[in-house]
C-alpha cells in the first residue's frame, strides 16, 4: 500500500516557478515508479512526467519543453516536481500518483494517487 500527499501548489504569476511535493507513506514506494499527471478545469487528466524507482530515467510530456523536473528522495519517501516558466495554460489540479509501472500507462491502470494540489498561473 501506498499513500501519497501533494504539497507545494499555489497561485502565481506568469514565468514564475513553482516546487510541488509528494510525500508518500507504505514501504513499497521506493520499489515504485512516480508520476505527475495534471488536470484542467473541462479537460481530460494528462501525463506531465514521471521517473523510474531508482531515478535512474525521467520522462516527460511534450509540452513541458523543458520547464520541469523531476525528482524524488527515496531515503525520505518524497518526490518533487520543480516548474519554472509556468504559463496560464499550465493552470490545473496537479496529481501525483504511484505504481510499479506509470509511464506510458492508461490512468485506470495506475492505482496509487493523491488528492491533487491546484496551480493557477495568470497572466
Known amino acids: 500500500q501506498v499513500q501519497l500527499i501533494e504539497s507545494g501548489g499555489g497561485s502565481v504569476q506568469t514565468g514564475s516557478s513553482l516546487t510541488l511535493s509528494c510525500q508518500a507513506s507504505?514501504?513499497?514506494?521506493?520499489?515504485?515508479?512516480m508520476g505527475w499527471f495534471r488536470q484542467a478545469p473541462g479537460k481530460a487528466r494528462e501525463f506531465v512526467a514521471a521517473?523510474?524507482?531508482?531515478?535512474?530515467?525521467?520522462y516527460y510530456a511534450d509540452f513541458v519543453n523543458g520547464r520541469f523536473t523531476i525528482s524524488r528522495d527515496n531515503s525520505q519517501k518524497i518526490g518533487f516536481l520543480q516548474m519554472n516558466s509556468l504559463q496560464p495554460e499550465d493552470t490545473a489540479v496537479y496529481y501525483c500518483?504511484?505504481?510499479?509501472?506509470?509511464?506510458?500507462?492508461?490512468?485506470?491502470?495506475?492505482?496509487?494517487w493523491g488528492q491533487g494540489t491546484q496551480v493557477t498561473v495568470s497572466s
Open positions: 521517473i523510474t524507482s531508482s531515478g535512474s530515467r525521467v
Open positions: 500518483a504511484s505504481d510499479h509501472r506509470v509511464y506510458r500507462m492508461g490512468l485506470s491502470q495506475i492505482y496509487f
Open positions: 507504505g514501504r513499497d514506494f521506493i520499489g515504485y515508479e
